[in-house]
């Protein structure tokens, strides 16, 4: 039977654009009450009126993922709007990708494990303990294919998803017995501003047009997890075989990786 989400309050890190937004949207009309939390306060507050006018009961908090002091302000401000967390939607992250030797080590390296892995586990802790002595609540968290399959551009995108897929996979293993689900959501290429932030390389050509989800269709798959919980959630229909033949048949998805992208693209650099 699905979860009842009226009355339920729902914080979603990296909700001013794509999935975060949507899932906000659609998690309102569901009848929770939404908390859209990130850096771009002026867009999550324009988003809150749009959702408020409807009806919903929402609100925006700023944070940046990367400061702890930002989180425990997070945390504190909606347990005392709303008394309490049932479903942690830890979203907030971007890929910087090219080749690793053109990564800035400040600036795409280190930004990227901080707010992608580090930024999401920081959330959690600050989440955890509410949720413990409620022995309730839901935390579903954002990796991607990336989190499955390593691509050449993706080196350090990937290695804070595989990191958020890790920390999933042991996580719900800890926080099952009192009660607190733990799920992981592993989409690939989806329409999103995500591409906007990702530099000047050619890793958007693993992602043609006609492989990208929509936003709200990602956001409708994190809406369907919440109401039926389960431990992964890979998205679209071709992901997971590819990740099946990735894990059973390195050596031929190595050969298809080097063919299809990396000789054209390592050429051309
Ligand atoms: P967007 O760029 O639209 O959204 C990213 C969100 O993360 C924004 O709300 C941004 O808000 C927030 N964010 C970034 N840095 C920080 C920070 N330091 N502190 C707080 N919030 C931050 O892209 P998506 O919606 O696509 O991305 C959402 C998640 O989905 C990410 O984790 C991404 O890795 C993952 N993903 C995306 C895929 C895609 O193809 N689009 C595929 C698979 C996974 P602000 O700048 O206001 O802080």
Do not use: C
């Not at 930002?70 to 008394?83: A, G």
């Not at 329409?191 to 006609?210: D, I």
């Amino acid at each position: 039977m699905a979860i009842e989400l009226k009355g339920k309050v729902v914080l979603i890190t990296g909700a001013s654009s794509g999935f975060g937004e949507d899932a906000a949207r659609l998690f309102a009309r569901e009848g929770a009450s939404v908390v859209l939390a990130a850096r771009r306060i002026d867009r999550m507050q324009a988003e809150v009126e749009r959702l408020q006018d409807q009806g919903a009961e929402a609100m925006a908090t700023p944070v940046d993922v990367t400061n702890r002091a930002d989180i425990e302000n997070m945390v504190k401000s909606v347990l005392e709007n709303y008394k309490k967390i049932d479903i942690l939607f830890n979203n907030a992250g971007f890929g910087r990708l090219d080749w690793l030797e053109n990564l800035s080590p400040a600036r795409d390296i280190e930004t990227q494990i901080a707010v992608n892995l580090t930024g999401l586990i920081e959330v959690t802790r600050a989440v955890l303990p509410h949720m413990q002595e409620r022995r309730a609540g839901h935390i579903i968290n954002m990796s991607s294919v990336a989190g499955w399959i390593g691509l050449p551009m993706y080196s350090i995108y990937s290695a804070t998803k595989f990191g958020v897929r890790g920390f999933t996979d042991a996580l719900r293993r800890e926080a099952s017995p009192l009660g607190i689900q733990v799920s992981g959501i592993y989409p690939g290429p989806a329409q999103t501003e995500f591409f906007m932030h990702t530099g000047k390389s050619q890793a958007k050509h693993f992602a043609p047009a006609w492989t990208s989800m929509t936003s709200e269709y990602v956001a409708s798959q994190v809406v369907k997890v919440a109401k039926h919980p389960r431990r992964r959630t890979v998205l679209p229909g071709w992901a997971a075989p590819a990740i099946w033949l990735d894990e059973t048949f390195p050596a031929l998805a190595d050969w298809l990786i080097y063919n299809a992208f990396t000789k054209r693209y390592r050429e051309e650099k």
